[in-house]
Structure formats: structure tokens, C-alpha cells
């Protein structure tokens, strides 16, 4: 948290350098330019652009990429020209003096001064240029001085190496600063176009893909870019580097050229990594600590309630870890531990978590399981990888473990309970004589056999007209106006009457009914939104959430297409909601989908945001409109401190991301003040309105009010 303010003005800095660097011939009061060693203008200044405007009675002549013969008289073009060989060849500086004509005939008298620009290797790469109105003779010298004084003391002072780069695979710069230096190791001149090398060949290999990929995403969407790797510097050494810059048309023709500046930030980058992993891990064995696993169990019981899916929590520990300790030593038993975190790691997903309790007894938090065979599935991998010999020394050891397993939301609510009763299973698992798992839940089966009979009567609910869709409405912080509603569906059954989504949505995952649940929800949100649109309510859009299976459904694009096509709603009025983790698997394959969704028209938005564990590099190359606030989030801005920061920090993300940002669950009148004072832009929650059928939708809009 200390960090934050020095972060915070190390970001201005470099803004800051940023606009120095554009502004260097702009600081020049008089005409300036610079051309290349052809004669052909690489960059000018306003002044210059109006000289060149007033010649040619023209406005906004694109002057880069051209040479004097294509501005002026072709004897002042030559005259110039020789000039510039002069100044080259001698490496220096030269005097001379230009009558310059305007469109309507006026003569300018101009001194001119030009500069040889040499590269590193002492040769001339082009030339500076200065022209001093000198027909009413104001203190020509004074000011030619401290213009060439302010673009030097500029380019000397930049934090880092400024350049002007073609945007190209290659990276091919035109000009490099002299921070080139002492930022890679290497002289300036030698990236400047074919002389020695490419700047992307000191990018690591594993960075550059991504980082160019980063680079042209953010181009096309602004201009301007950002994007952070690593170099290998002329000793071997790796630094870690922020590239920051802005595309600029190059002129003639030639396309976009990237100018910016790169700096180093590899011990602002190392530091805080090092300060979050030794303050969240375990010293020994590098897994997760037991306060960043209670947070990670927390935002996946979240999940878990709010799409009505199952979260693991689980104990294990090392059947008779203290007869290694007493035969081996302490040291191999600390070998022990460390082989046997990373086999766990090993054995479960990425996004599942890993962390220490004691000194022989580990737990896991596994996200998203689909039932009670999944998780029995992970705990026999556990207790394979487990039991694999393990070389200590000269000594082969072979230990086995016992773990306990708990379910949320089947065990408990609160992250203490799980792992207190996870504990308590993993104790029955080892009277039973270790190297095997058990369940908390005593009625496990009679749940099985519940949700087998849900599952038949939902297989013929939509039939039977069961199935009802409520909306929740949402609301625009700043005038109050509603901006659309969330489609939620609710199960009303004939005997067992209204079934609570977290009974039925998980039977719908575990099964294939979630793809034609799903469907009819998308059919039946947009039929009934372009119904009220038809009958003259403003309803805004509609929002409606995609499981996991039905986004990797094959047929959704084609699914999605023929529902708008039946019902005619238009694409945009239509927001499909993905969550955080669903991104966030399998990235490529994810964007390409996604980008077919956008292609429709419709909107797209990522919910439960801040409940995952988003890549920011990965997050712009997702062409998303919106980002939820996760509701617990919401609940805790006014109650938790660290529940506000985060809060703060996902609306200062999305509108950075140039995102919508809504928060979900707003329910007293506290939050919506934190929110609407912290600039967040939409809200949904009861404050605003409960979830409401068709009929009371309806009313609460002729009303105009709250429902």
C-alpha cells in the first residue's frame, strides 16, 4: 500500500517524458525541421508548417516525407540541397541565408542555420534545420540559441531512450536517444535503421509476440500505447522495460511511424513482486500461505453463489511425516515438503490454489466443480502423486497422505467452516489408515439422489411452462435513467413450488441441460425485451449470463444469430455476460469467439469482475464494453477498507480500459454515495430494484419510479 504514491508519480514522469519528447521541435519559437541524409523531412515544427503553407497558399501540407523540390523553386531546392552535402560532409554547422516567397507574393527573409545530425559511429544520418525571420531583424541570435539550448537540454534530460520507430515486425527504429546507452548497453546508432541490429532482436523471445501484439491492438483502437517485457542487454544481463508511445502518420504515403520512450523498471517490477510473494507464500515451499488461501476460498465461494457452483476446500496431511524427520533429519524432511507441494501444484489446474498450514498438513481450494465425482477425481490424483517414491539423499521414501473434503456451499458459508470441517474429514480419513480421502457430508447420497430428481423434472420443465425469466433492472449513477435489466430464471414447480436457482443451475451444469436452458433463456430475454420496446418502453438492453459449456458450445455464434433473426431484436440492444475465469482459459481461442459475438452487434461484458485472476496484458485484447463490480465487493466499500481500494481500483481500471463499469448488489444507500462519488457509471441491486416478472416491470416503468 506505501508504494502506491511513488508508483503513482513515477506514471506522471513518464507521461510527462512522453510529452517532452513529442514537444522537442515544437519548444523551437522559429521554423525547425529535420531531414534525413536524402534531404527528405523526417519531422517540423508548427512554425515551419505555416511557412510552408503560406508558400504554397495551401493548409496543412504534409511536409514529412518530402524534400525541398517538392516545396519550393527548383534553384532554392538545389541551393538547399548542396547545403545540406556541405554540412554533412563537414560534420558541422552552417550559415546561409533564404528569401522565401508567400502565395500572395510577400518576401520573407530568412537566416537559416543547419546542424549536421551524426549517428554513433561519427557519420552524418540527416540534418537540423533552423530559419530565423530576420526581415524586421528582432534579436535573431538570441533566439536561435535558446531554442537549440531547449532541445538539447530535452533530449539530454529524458528518463530513459526516446526513438521514432517504423511499425514494423522488425521494430526498425529512425532514431534512437542517447539513453539508448546506459538503458541496453548498446549505442544509439546501432538500431538506427539496417546498421547493426533490430531492436526486436534484444526483446526476450517469449515477450515479443505478445508485447507487439499488445502494441497494435491498443494502435488501432486510439494511437496511443503502452506495453511492458524484457530486453537482454549487451552484458547477457534481462531488464524489464515500460515502452510507451503514440502512432503519428509518417507522411507521402508511408503509413503510421511510433514514436515514445522506454525506460527500465526492473527494480520497481522485482521489488514488488518480491514484497506480495513473501508476504502471501510459504517460505519452505513457495505455495500459498494460509491468508491468501482463506482470500482465494472467499472470492471462489463467491463465484460459487453466484453462478450455483461448487467450490472443494481440502485438507491433506502427510501420513507419519515425523518418522522422516526422526530418521532422516530435519533437513530431509523439509526436502520432502518441498517435493511433495510441487506434485500437488502439479496435480490440480492453474487456477486452483496450493497453500501450507502446519507443518506436514497442506489445503487446496478447488474452483468450479462440476459435482461430487470431480472432486473425488482431484483427490485421487492427490493421493497418486503423493505416493510416488521420492529421493531423499541416498534414501528412496515412499509416504502417503490423508485428505479430507469439504463443498461450498453443501459444508459451511464462511471460509473457517470449510477448512475446520475439511480438517475434520481428512482426521477420518486417517483413523481409517491414511493414503485415502473422505467427504464431510454424512448425506451425500441422499443430496446425489435429490439433485437426480431435480434433474428429471428439469429435463421437462421448459415443456411444461415451468421455467419464468424476472429482470433486474439497471440504472445510470449519473441522471438516474434506466440503461437496461438483467435477465435471471426462476423454476416454478408444481409440487416442490418455487426451486431456488442454487438447486437447479448446478444439475443444469452437470448434465447437458445447460445448453438448451441457456437458449431458451436468450430466446425468451429477447422476445420479451423486444416486446416492451414494441409496446414504447425504454428498457434499454438486456443482459444475459453464458455459462461456461454453453460458450464452448460449437453452434452458439450460429444459436445467437437465429434467436436475434426469430425475434428481431436488435444485436445491440443484447448484452452477453461472461465471467472473469471463463476468460481467462484458453486466451486465444477465447478473443477469436469473442470477436465473432462482437460481430453480431451485441454488447459483451465480463461479470463477477475482480473474482479471478485477469492478466491486465491479456484484458485489452478483449473487445468488452462493460465490467461488473463483483457484489461482494459492493457489499464490503463502505464496511472494509480493503474492500473499498479494490472497488476503487476496478472503476479506475475500466474507464483507463475505456470500459462501462456497473456495479451489482448495491443495496443501501451508503454504497450508492461511495459509488457515484468514486465515478462508477451504472448500478443494479435492491436499492434500485429486485429482480421483477414482466407484469411489474411494466408497472414500475409507467410509474417512473423505484420497484
Known amino acids: 500500500m506505501d508504494a502506491a504514491p511513488d508508483l503513482m508519480q513515477q506514471g506522471n514522469i513518464d507521461r510527462l517524458a512522453q510529452i517532452l519528447a513529442r514537444a522537442l521541435l515544437s519548444a523551437i519559437a522559429d521554423p525547425a525541421w529535420v531531414k534525413d541524409a536524402t534531404g527528405r523531412y523526417t519531422a517540423v515544427n508548427s512554425a515551419c508548417q505555416q511557412v510552408c503553407d503560406s508558400h504554397l497558399g495551401r493548409t496543412n501540407v504534409e511536409i514529412v516525407g518530402l524534400t525541398d523540390f517538392d516545396l519550393f523553386p527548383a534553384e532554392d531546392a538545389e541551393c538547399s540541397r548542396q547545403e545540406e552535402r556541405d554540412v554533412m560532409a563537414a560534420r558541422g554547422a552552417l550559415r546561409s541565408e533564404r528569401v522565401v516567397h508567400t502565395a500572395q507574393g510577400e518576401a520573407r527573409q ?10 554513433e559511429d561519427g557519420q552524418a544520418a540527416g540534418t537540423l534545420g533552423i530559419a530565423h525571420d530576420v526581415t524586421d531583424r528582432v534579436a535573431p541570435a538570441v533566439r536561435l540559441r535558446a531554442s537549440e539550448r531547449r532541445l538539447a537540454t530535452l533530449m539530454h534530460n529524458l528518463p530513459g531512450m526516446a526513438y521514432r520507430r517504423l511499425n514494423d515486425a522488425e521494430w526498425t527504429m529512425e ?44 494502435l488501432g483502437k486510439g494511437g496511443r500505447y503502452s506495453s511492458e ?19 503519428v502518420a509518417a507522411g507521402g504515403g508511408a503509413g503510421v511511424v511510433v514514436e515514445g520512450i522506454v525506460t527500465d523498471i526492473t527494480e520497481t517490477r522485482y521489488y514488488l513482486e518480491e514484497m506480495v510473494h513473501r508476504a502471501t507464500h ?89 459435482n461430487l465425482g470431480a472432486a473425488s477425481q482431484v483427490m485421487t490424483r492427490l493421493l497418486d502423486a503423493v505416493r510416488e517414491p521420492a529421493q ?5 521414501v515412499v509416504v502417503t497422505c490423508s485428505i479430507g473434503c469439504t463443498l461450498f456451499p453443501l459444508d459451511g458459508d464462511d471460509p473457517e467452516t470449510l477448512l475446520r470441517r475439511a480438517d475434520t474429514a481428512m482426521r477420518r480419513a486417517r483413523n481409517l489408515g491414511g493414503d485415502c480421502f473422505y467427504f464431510y457430508s454424512a448425506e451425500s447420497d441422499r443430496k446425489t439422489e435429490e439433485r437426480l430428481h431435480l434433474e428429471t423434472n428439469l429435463r421437462h420443465a421448459v415443456e411444461r411452462g415451468e421455467l419464468l425469466l424476472q429482470y433486474q433492472p439497471q440504472m445510470n449513477l449519473r441522471d438516474g435513467a434506466l440503461i437496461g435489466m438483467e435477465a435471471l ?26 445448453v438448451s436452458l441457456g437458449t431458451w433463456i436468450l430466446e425468451e430475454a429477447c422476445r420479451q425485451t423486444r416486446s416492451l420496446l414494441d409496446q414504447g418502453f425504454a428498457v434499454g438492453h438486456v443482459a444475459v449470463n453464458l455459462s461456461a459449456r454453453q460458450f464452448r458450445d460449437r453452434r452458439l455464434i450460429e444459436r445467437i444469430g437465429e434467436i436475434l433473426a426469430r425475434t428481431g431484436l436488435d444485436p445491440a440492444r443484447l448484452e452477453l455476460e461472461i465471467t472473469e475465469s471463463l476468460v481467462m482459459r484458453d486466451i486465444d481461442a477465447v478473443v ?36 461488473k463490480i463483483d457484489q461482494s465487493f459492493t457489499r464490503e466499500v463502505t464496511s472494509s477498507v480493503d474492500g ?12 483507463a480500459l475505456d470500459l462501462r463499469v456497473i456495479a451489482e448488489g448495491v443495496e443501501t444507500e451508503s454504497q450508492l454515495q461511495f459509488l457515484r462519488e468514486n465515478g462508477c457509471d451504472e448500478i443494479q441491486g435492491y436499492l434500485y430494484a429486485r429482480p421483477l416478472d414482466p407484469e411489474a416491470l411494466r408497472d414500475m416503468l409507467c410509474a417512473g419510479g423505484r420497484s
Request: one cysteine or more.
Open 110 to 119: 530568412f537566416e537559416i542555420h543547419r546542424i549536421a545530425l551524426l549517428g
Open 282 to 370: 510459504d517460505t519452505l515451499t513457495g505455495v500459498a500461505n494460509r491468508p491468501l488461501l482463506i482470500d482465494h476460498l472467499r472470492h471462489g465461494m463467491a463465484y460459487g453463489q453466484r453462478y450455483e457452483r461448487m467450490v472443494g476446500t481440502l485438507v491433506v496431511n502427510i501420513d507419519h511425516f515425523k518418522y522422516v524427520n526422526q530418521s532422516l533429519g530435519h533437513d530431509a524432511g523439509d526436502q520432502l515438503l518441498k517435493e511433495i507441494a510441487s506434485r500437488l501444484r502439479k496435480a490440480l489446474r492453474d487456477h486452483d490454489t496450493v497453500a501450507r498450514l502446519g507443518a506436514d498438513s497442506f489445503a487446496m481450494v478447488l474452483i468450479d466443480q462440476e
Open 592 to 627: 477469436a469467439k469473442l470477436k465473432d459475438l462482437k460481430a453480431f452487434g451485441v454488447q459483451l461484458a465480463i461479470d463477477d469482475f475482480g473474482t479471478g485472476y485477469s492478466s491486465l496484458s491479456y484484458l485489452r485484447r478483449f473487445p468488452i464494453d462493460r465490467i
Open 229 to 247: 517485457y524484457r530486453v537482454v542487454r549487451a552484458d547477457g544481463a534481462l531488464r524489464w522495460v515500460s515502452e510507451r508511445g503514440i502512432g
Open 175 to 218: 532514431f534512437v536517444s542517447e539513453g539508448c546507452r546506459e538503458l541496453t548497453g548498446f549505442a544509439p546508432g546501432d538500431f538506427v535503421g539496417d546498421r547493426v541490429r533490430k531492436w526486436n532482436s534484444i526483446i526476450v523471445p517469449e515477450d515479443l509476440e505478445r508485447a507487439w501484439h499488445e502494441i497494435q491492438d491498443q
Open 489 to 514: 430464471v426462476r423454476w416454478k414447480h408444481p409440487e416442490l413450488g418455487m426451486v431456488p436457482p442454487g438447486r437447479f443451475i448446478p444439475v443444469a451444469e452437470e448434465t447437458d441441460l445447460i
Open 644 to 655: 473499498a481500494t479494490i472497488a476503487r481500483a476496478i472503476i479506475q481500471l475500466g474507464h
Open 392 to 396: 531423499l539423499g541416498a534414501e528412496e
